[in-house]
């Protein structure tokens, strides 16, 4: 089948192809060179696996992700379905922005709640992105409604920790604050609906951000 290639990563590759009939994204991951051939065949698993194991099982708590077709160990690919006509936050945030709405307008700090309850889901089900970024999450038309859609769950793990909890908004918050200018509020808006939308493990979970963001404050100060 023809493979049309999509995104190229320092990781792998995603293509959009036809599979069984369908619309399908392959996400194929490549050796490291620099790595030990033995120790790269592990983490490279061990990335499938874990993006494979955590979409499913976002999905088994209602969250939603991409059904998982097929993975193949041999190719070190997953096949997944394509969400047909998705954008990424990240470029709906940029179009929106180009036609001048403002950061703070009714547009973005639905999609700040939207986000917030998403991930306080994910949170309270112990199931820890990895990398959550903009270009990490979807939407469907219509845009302005659509659910979140999480992707791109190699980084995952399965912890109830509020620590690793905490770390992954804070990746998120960086990845937010740094993108997207003038987002102060949006992050504050999804923080805030987080913590309510989740409770008394969400309310740890902010505490502990707070002690995450010093470490990362001195981190770059100190290298
Ligand atoms: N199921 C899907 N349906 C539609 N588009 C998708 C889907 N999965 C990925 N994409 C698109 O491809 C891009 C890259 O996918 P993804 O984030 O999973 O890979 P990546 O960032 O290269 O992964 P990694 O960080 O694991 O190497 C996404 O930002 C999105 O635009
Ligand atoms: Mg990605």
């Given amino acids: ?5 999509l995104t190229q990563g320092a990781e792998g590759r995603v293509f959009t192809t036809s599979w069984l009939g369908q619309s399908v994204i392959v996400k194929q ?6 790595r ?33 077709y097929d993975v193949d160990f041999t190719t070190n690919e997953i096949v997944l379905e394509e969400i047909n006509d998705s954008v990424t936050i ?6 929106a922005v180009n036609k001048l709405q403002s950061m703070n307008s ?12 998403t991930l306080a889901k994910l949170h309270a089900n112990n199931i820890i992105h990895g990398d959550l970024t903009t270009s990490n999450m979807l939407l469907v038309p219509p845009y302005d409604t ?37 987002t102060e509020l949006f992050v504050q808006q999804l923080l805030s609906v ?14 502990r951000l707070d002690e995450v963001r ?5 981190k770059l100060c100190f290298g």
Avoid: W
């Fill in 1 to 5: 089948m023809n493979r049309e290639l």
């Fill in 29 to 34: 991951r490549f050796p490291k060179t620099y």
């Fill in 36 to 68: 030990h051939p033995d120790l790269d065949a592990q983490i490279t698993r061990e990335r499938i696996k874990a993006e494979a194991r955590a979409l499913v099982r976002c999905r088994s708590f209602g969250i939603r992700t991409p059904a998982v």
């Fill in 90 to 95: 990240r470029n709906f945030i940029y179009d």
């Fill in 106 to 117: 009714p547009v973005f700090m639905n999609l700040a709640e939207k986000i917030g309850k």
């Fill in 146 to 182: 659509s659910d979140i859609i999480l992707i791109d769950f190699g980084l995952s793990s399965v912890d109830e920790r509020p620590e690793d909890k905490a770390v992954d908004l804070y990746v998120l918050e960086r990845a937010v604050l740094s993108t997207h200018p003038n």
């Fill in 194 to 207: 987080y913590k309510t939308a989740g409770g008394k493990v969400a309310a740890e979970v902010i505490n």
């Fill in 214 to 218: 010093m470490r990362g404050r001195k």
